[in-house]
């Protein structure tokens, strides 16, 4: 581990305090195991003795984690007031954890002290020492979490500073400023964090929050200003709006300043790591999330498109690759013929020499569009669009669609039942099909399934996995044009497709027809 510089992670204690966000011990020990892929230095495993899965967290990790970067820092409070700290059962558990690392919370602000404290600023101080003090005496490595110390330090400098040198003294590694409201702005901060480090010659980390939108660039001016330890959660997940993300400074670290703070390797893996911490959390990610968002590099301007094909990094601020994720194109009303070229390059078709079938595609997207179609998120009714141009529609007809209906029905108990007729010709037979199911979308994919199974045996993989709908044009009421995604899956791969009518079944109904067409021509190969 690079002591000169410290990535210190508290996904596991602050991060879980986010809104929503509830972890078993199993789920803490998956992620402390993903950030140790990461290469992080610590990893705060919460609060033993406060919160009981934080104490069976760190009995476990005991056994169960085999760590190959990071440590492992028990968080809690100094001492109460008059109790020593060898007598405090809070502290006691801290020691008891095991954890090579402690890391202490303590106020410095003088207003929490009267207040929420309810003692002297001369008692907080006390506290503060003589649990570092205990704390290093039993061998632990302490660092010192200087809660509220932004605001501390404008309305009393003198205590906040003091607190700084207290807690150095007594023999913490570091202490770290914490912007625990969150509403500090970048120079301000900077500023406090080099006179801290000025007048008190202690080692100083940054712990911040994103109340004001500023928790990253806090944390980089202050790591400017000398601190040499940075806290932040995975996802940037946190109380209120969240912590400083963690994944965001790595990067700006790593590749817009030189510092060198998590193996390169380990760095090409972080999307792929912040996406295994969402599922374990049940968040979904966050889209628009820097470097490891699925946006982060999505381009959907013709403009743009245009440029990325002579060169990707003229629309792009890193190479994706570097942090594991991918450059994507997005196929929309905003397309070029430049979009629909690297769109089609990326699903396997190079149009690259072929001008008129790229304005001819161009075109009709733009059109289908106007019309309600969204191809942005429906790559296999782009991908058919496209072989229409290449191949003709004739040639990737497996059935040829002569009519449908479904009626939905209720029933005396107030239960509700869909039954679909679908008629079609496929391989110069006339096969008419009936399907059930508990709505009228439901219904009809049956009865489509039933009938070109009965050629297609292989259909049988295919199942509707989701299924969205839109109404467009507001306006209209009930007349409205609906838009219906759907979502395919053969078990392996997922794709989907995207139908647009005044019929809200109809549009399902069209979309369900690419799905099932494209899911052929994938099992043709
Ligand atoms: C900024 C942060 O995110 S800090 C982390 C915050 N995280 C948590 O609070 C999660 C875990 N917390 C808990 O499980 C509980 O709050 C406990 C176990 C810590 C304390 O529970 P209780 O004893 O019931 O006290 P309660 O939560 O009502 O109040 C906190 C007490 O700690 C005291 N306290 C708060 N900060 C500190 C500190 N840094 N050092 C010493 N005492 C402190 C308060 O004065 C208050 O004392 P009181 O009981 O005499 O009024
Ligand atoms: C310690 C901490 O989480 C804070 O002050 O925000």
Request: glycine content about 8%; some cysteine; proline content about 2%.
């Amino acid at each position: 581990m690079n002591d000169s510089f410290h990535v210190y992670d508290t996904t596991l204690r602050d991060g879980a305090q986010q809104e929503g966000l509830a972890l078993s011990v199993a789920d803490k020990l998956v992620i402390a195991r993903q950030l140790d892929g990461l290469g992080v230095g610590f990893i705060e495993g919460g609060w033993p003795g406060a919160i009981p899965k934080d104490t069976e967290f760190f009995e476990r990790a005991r056994t169960e984690l085999d760590l190959k970067h990071a440590q492992l820092a028990a968080f809690g409070m100094t001492r109460r007031a008059d109790l020593a700290a060898a007598d405090d059962p809070q502290v006691a558990a801290l020691r008891d954890s095991l954890a090579p690392v402690v890391t202490l919370v303590a106020k410095a602000h003088d207003r929490h002290v009267e207040l929420a404290l309810r003692t002297t600023l001369d008692e907080c101080l006390a506290m503060v020492r003589d649990t570092v003090e205990h704390l290093v005496s039993e061998g632990r490595r302490v660092f010192v979490d200087a809660e509220h110390f932004f605001n501390g330090y404008q309305d009393n400098p003198a205590y906040a500073l003091e607190f700084v040198r207290t807690a150095a003294e007594a023999g913490a590694s570091l202490v770290a400023l914490c912007d625990t409201n969150g509403g500090m702005l970048p120079s301000e901060l900077g500023d406090v964090v080099h006179t801290v480090i000025e007048r008190t010659g202690a080692r100083v980390g940054i712990h911040c929050h994103d109340d004001s939108g500023c928790a990253v660039a806090n944390s980089l001016i202050a790591i400017e200003a000398g601190a040499t330890h940075v806290q932040g959660a995975a996802n940037g997940y946190g109380e209120r709006t969240g912590n400083a993300n963690l994944f965001t400074i790595v990067a700006n670290l790593q590749l817009k300043k030189n510092l060198h703070v998590v193996p390169d390797d380990s760095l090409a893996e972080m999307t792929r790591i912040a996406h295994a911490i969402s599922e374990v959390t049940n968040i979904a990610p966050h889209t628009k999330q820097p470097y490891v968002g699925f946006s982060a590099f999505a381009h959907k301007a013709g403009i743009h498109a245009s440029a990325v094909k002579a060169d990707p990094m003229l629309y792009q601020h890193i190479d994706p690759e570097v942090v594991g994720n991918d450059m994507r194109m997005l196929v929309s009303e905003m397309a070029g013929r430049a979009s629909i070229e690297l769109k089609g390059r990326e699903l396997g078709y190079d149009l690259s020499g072929d001008r008129d079938a790229l304005s001819r595609i161009t075109e009709k997207v733009k059109v289908l569009e106007a019309q309600g179609h969204s191809f942005e998120a429906a790559d296999a009714s782009f991908e058919l669009l496209i072989l229409d141009e290449l191949k003709g529609e004739e040639s990737q007809r497996f059935f040829d669609v002569e009519s449908w209906r479904v009626i939905v029905e209720q029933r005396q108990d107030g239960s509700h039942m869909s039954e679909a007729t679908v008629k079609l010709h496929a391989r110069g037979e006339r096969i008419i099909s009936v399907g059930e199911g508990n709505g009228p979308v439901n219904a009809l994919d049956t009865a489509l399934r039933n009938a070109i199974g009965q050629i297609y045996p292989e259909l049988a993989e295919l199942e509707l996995r989701d299924y969205k709908v839109r109404i467009l044009e507001g306006d209209h009421g009930s007349s409205s044009r609906t838009r219906v995604l759907v979502t395919t899956t053969d078990g392996r791969d997922e794709w989907a497709t995207v139908g647009v009518q005044e019929n809200i079944v109809a549009a399902s109904w069209n979309a369900i027809v690419e799905a099932v067409t494209y899911g052929l021509l994938k099992l043709e190969g």
